[in-house]
């Protein structure tokens, strides 16, 4: 009965609260992969001040970091 119907509606929220975390940090992982494989024209399309959300503004700076740090190598390999 009522037991049941609140186990029930638990159980989704609970389901819920988790794709809500767990699909995000699929994501970024995905991501993150990406990025280490050398690919540059992925994007993070995570917002949030959560702690999801700062992973994937950390994630981003790693990529501009790694993109400025990539078009510096190219330009010296032109000067030199």
């Known amino acids: 009965g009522l037991v049941g119907l609140n186990l029930l509606v638990s159980m989704f929220f609970v389901s819920?609260?988790?794709?809500?975390?767990?699909?995000?940090?699929?994501?970024?992982?995905?991501?993150?992969?990406?990025?280490?494989?050398?690919?540059?024209?992925?994007?993070?399309?995570?917002?949030?001040?959560?702690?999801?959300?700062q992973v994937a503004e950390a994630i981003r700076l790693m990529q501009a970091s790694t993109q400025s740090g990539g078009m510096r190598t190219q330009l010296q390999s032109k000067v030199a």
């Open 16 to 53: 819920a609260i988790g794709r809500s975390i767990t699909r995000p940090l699929a994501n970024l992982a995905q991501v993150a992969e990406r990025i280490s494989k050398g690919a540059t024209n992925v994007t993070v399309e995570i917002e949030g001040d959560d702690e999801i959300g």
